[in-house]
């Protein structure tokens, strides 16, 4: 199975903050990389396609890009509404597989 | 819009089954294929595995084989997964989601609001 490894596993910034969280792949996964949001109670939701794809209807204050087997997602400037925590998911091989998820706090 | 509605929560005893329902409306149902994803609690997202409504064929995690079942049933728009020989770790909320693409990009656009499966000994 491919592993994918997030880090921080949590993480405290304020309003306003940029914040970056990156996620590795265990082997080569090309871009089938994507980004979730998941709010306390909710369903995750989809942030990020195919490593740096703007799900329709997400603000453009997040963005993903892909080194290799590095992956990153970006907020440009925390709002109210972002404090949650995000998943990285592999799709390029069965079983798919998420990162452990990265808490993301108001400080 | 898109919506994918769950059944209601359960509790189920140790070796027993579960069926949980996923009811989509707002797209044609067999043109995308349904993930299950389970989250324990306080835990991170786990994949089960994929169906596709349009064939009927699924696709299990080798660690859920032989334990789950994923059905489909177009009549009524509603994917179901089955889960049998229940164990107290199989406590989770259970999630339906949809595949973004008409084939099987393996990214999930809309979920459904989850079904939390409780297993008592």
């Known amino acids: 199975d491919i592993q994918m490894t997030q880090s921080p596993s949590s993480l405290s910034a304020s309003v306003g903050d940029r914040v970056a969280i990156t996620c590795r792949a265990s082997?080569?996964?090309?871009?089938?990389l994507n980004w979730y949001q998941q709010k306390p109670g909710q369903a995750p939701s989809l942030l990020i396609y195919?490593?740096?794809t703007l799900q329709s209807g997400v603000p453009s204050r997040f963005s993903g890009s892909a080194s290799g087997t590095d992956f990153t997602l970006t907020i440009s400037s925390l709002q109210p509404e972002d404090f949650a925590t995000y998943y990285c998911?592999?799709?390029?091989?069965?079983?798919?597989?998420f990162g452990q998820g990265t808490r993301l706090e108001i400080k | 819009q898109v919506l994918l509605v769950q059944s209601g929560a359960e509790v189920e005893k140790s070796g027993a089954s579960v069926k949980v329902s996923c009811k989509a409306s707002?797209?044609?149902?067999?043109?995308?294929?349904i993930h299950w994803v389970r989250q324990a609690p306080g835990q991170g997202l786990e994949w089960m595995g994929w169906?596709?409504?349009?064939?009927?064929?699924?696709n299990y995690a080798q660690k859920f084989q032989g334990r789950v079942t994923l059905t489909t049933d177009t009549s009524v728009n509603t994917a179901y997964l089955e889960l049998g020989r229940l164990r107290s770790d199989d406590t989770a909320v259970y999630f339906c989601?949809?595949?973004?693409?008409?084939?099987?990009?393996?990214?999930?656009?809309?979920w459904g609001q989850g079904t939390l499966v409780t297993v008592s000994s």
């Open positions: 989601a949809r595949d973004r693409g008409g084939s099987n990009y393996g990214d999930f656009d809309s």
């Open positions: 707002g797209y044609t149902f067999a043109g995308y294929y």
């Open positions: 169906i596709n409504p349009n064939t009927g064929d699924p």
């Open positions: 082997q080569s996964i090309s871009t089938d």
């Open positions: 195919t490593a740096s």
């Open positions: 998911q592999q799709s390029n091989r069965v079983p798919i597989t």
